[in-house]
């Protein structure tokens, strides 16, 4: 049985997978949002190898997006008084703030499923990177289209294929697997200020997560999550947004954020004034103008009086990768009692890293399930000593 899932190796996942974007270190913030807007994945990759290194030999990259961009901008006081001259630094000043949790490292095509599962588990990485077929390299003409990205994800995906396989561990409680975090769960309450969450967004986003938002007695309502970030590509208003708003508030903005309403346009605009934040202000401002002059250009005389009062936005962008558009308050959940393979379709379905586990008769959160740990107790199925009758 196991023999099958032990036959592949990572250039059989990588089918159909797209090339990654790589871009050079000293490539302006501001420019590598751009070509997250452009493109269909919420992430772009930076150069992160030593400048003497080999590049076919040592080529590795830190996966940055939406979410640590937003984090690098409300993180900082500076940058929330200046949006726009923390937009026009490099991209490298992300790169050392997301840290070794955003390393991805270059595999071998040829490399085995079971090794690729113990690079990411040792190295506690989310994705590798992968060279492409010889013959899609061909159609391109920068090196950074010879790779693409395989995540964790990917690897449950693959997995979950066969999980007929894996009995009885996929039977089993996620509870009596020893795979509920407490610690990992982190939780902001609806009415906290948005900025609390931001170093909570931070930590999630290196565990694979996201964070929590709870009501009174802690029932989950929803979530900041890096995936649906990633739809959001206006970074200069979602930050606004979170320097304004309450935890709970931010969710409602990210949520209708193709069409804000005027009323929390205002309070956004109004909480900023207050707060002295009118560089953020005016950089929100700006594109808003720009949204609807761009729409005035192109609407008669006849229709302006129907013209949005929120910034016009493109339409949701749908991803070739793990992430997907979803809302804040369409989060995965389970129970403690729920068996391993429930986790896996809820994470899978949700296209996330994380599924939370909430009381079964109160909603209260009670912690986090993540990928990496669903990987490691499905590694273990696939030691020698489990699978040598079967070879």
């Not at 049985?1 to 190796?9: E, T």
Request: net charge negative.
């Amino acid at each position: 049985m196991a023999a099958s899932i032990l036959s592949h190796v990572v250039s059989d996942l990588c089918i159909g997978k797209p090339a990654v974007r790589v871009l050079p270190p000293s490539t302006p913030i501001a420019a590598a949002l751009a070509t997250l807007r452009a493109g269909a994945d919420p992430f772009v990759f930076v150069d992160a190898a030593p400048p003497d290194a080999k590049k076919a030999a040592a080529l590795s990259v830190v996966k940055v997006s939406v979410a640590e961009i937003l984090c690098y901008v409300c993180g900082d006081g500076g940058n929330l008084g200046d949006p726009a001259a923390a937009l026009r630094r490099p991209v490298s000043v992300l790169t050392a703030v997301v840290g070794d949790h955003g390393v991805t490292r270059r595999v071998d095509p040829q490399t085995s499923l079971l090794d690729a599962i113990d690079a990411l588990l040792a190295n506690n990485s989310h994705s590798l990177l992968v060279p492409l077929h010889a013959r899609a390299r061909k159609k391109h003409h920068h090196a950074s289209a010879g790779y693409c990205v395989l995540t964790q994800q990917d690897i449950v995906r693959h997995l979950f294929g066969s999980i007929s396989l894996f009995a009885p561990v996929a039977a089993l409680s996620v509870a009596s697997l020893g795979l509920v975090r407490r610690d990992d769960a982190h939780a902001v309450h609806v009415d906290d200020d948005a900025l609390d969450a931001i170093p909570l967004l931070q930590r999630s986003i290196g565990h694979g997560t996201a964070v929590a938002v709870v009501a009174d007695d802690d029932a989950l309502v929803g979530e900041i999550c890096p995936g649906v970030l990633g739809s959001c590509d206006d970074v200069e208003s979602v930050s606004a947004a979170f320097a304004a708003l309450s935890a709970g508030d931010a969710m409602t903005y990210i949520d209708c954020y193709f069409s804000p309403p005027e009323f929390l346009l205002r309070s956004i605009r109004a909480e900023l004034t207050d707060k002295g934040l009118h560089a953020m202000c005016d950089l929100m401002d700006a594109a808003y103008t720009t949204d609807v002059a761009a729409l005035s250009s192109s609407s008669t005389s006849s229709d302006e009086e129907c013209l949005p009062l929120a910034p016009a936005r493109r339409a949701r962008k749908m991803s070739s990768g793990s992430f997907r558009w979803r809302s804040t308050e369409d989060v995965a959940a389970c129970h403690a009692g729920s068996s391993l393979v429930a986790v896996m379709a809820q994470a899978l379905a949700h296209r996330v890293g994380h599924v939370w586990v909430v009381d079964e008769l109160t909603g209260a959160l009670v912690g986090v399930v993540s990928c990496a740990d669903v990987l490691a107790v499905l590694r273990d199925h696939l030691r020698p000593e489990c699978y040598a009758d079967d070879l």
